[in-house]
């Protein structure tokens, strides 16, 4: 079967660092991707791993345990732009499938 | 990264007729997709459209209530027939991005199912 499973959501505070962790259980495995998606709006891109390790980009940054089915985003200095939901999808063999989505408040 | 251009961005329909979605892509690709995202969830899947051939529906999902064409490979369109107030929802297609940017997304169709 397929399972994507990340926090339902969080609050963190303007400044401040954030990690959203996710797991997986998927038939293939073709890559974990990070959208941000501000309500109301489409799913914006934000990263995507297919090898173990951390992918910085910025204020953003995303990790990979492929052997532990684990992924986490790490936002940095956050801003009150960067409330939004954040999206943890795996790529299969012919599609991407996504978790719930994590929904991260900032406060002032 | 692809551009894609989807319309109606939103629309308010009544319940027992059909809407058409359109998704125009600036570039050529060869599969497009088509979700579903219900009010507070994340996005379902509801068929894969390839050129020349049937598009291939998930589970849950069938031909009849959601038709889709695929007449060339910058266009696709999604219908959601027969509508009623469970399938107010946003619907999106999707492309995959060929410089390894993950997956672009259409802006959205906001239904709402009256």
């Known amino acids: 079967g397929q399972n994507i499973d990340q926090p339902t959501e969080m609050t963190a505070t303007e400044g401040a660092i954030v990690q959203i962790n996710c797991t997986y259980q998927?038939?293939?495995?073709?890559?974990l991707f990070w959208y941000q998606q501000h309500a109301g709006e489409a799913p914006t891109f934000l990263s995507y791993n297919v090898l173990d390790g951390l992918e910085e980009k910025g204020r953003f940054s995303s990790f990979l345990s492929r052997s532990k089915g684990y992924s986490y985003l790490l936002l940095k200095e956050l801003q009150m732009k960067d409330s939004a939901s954040y999206l943890c999808?795996?790529?299969?063999?012919?599609?991407?499938?996504f978790g719930k989505g994590t929904r991260l408040h900032i406060l002032p | 990264s692809a551009v894609i251009s989807q319309k109606p961005s939103r629309d308010i329909c009544q319940r027992g007729t059909s809407l058409t979605i359109q998704c125009q892509v600036d570039?050529?690709?060869?599969?497009m997709f088509w979700y579903r995202q219900q009010p507070g969830q994340s996005l379902t899947l509801i068929a894969t459209a390839n050129q020349g051939s049937e598009a291939t529906y998930e589970s849950g999902f069938v031909i009849d209530k959601f038709p889709i064409s695929r007449p060339n490979l910058t266009f696709s369109t999604l219908t959601v027939s027969n509508m009623s107030p469970e399938d107010s929802s946003i619907y999106l297609c999707?492309?995959?991005?060929?410089?390894?940017?993950?997956?672009?997304f259409g802006s959205g169709t906001r239904l709402t199912v009256v």
């Open positions: 998927t038939s293939g495995f073709n890559g």
């Open positions: 570039s050529q690709v060869t599969m």
């Open positions: 999808a795996v790529g299969t063999d012919d599609k991407i499938i």
């Open positions: 999707s492309v995959e991005d060929r410089r390894g940017e993950g997956y672009t």
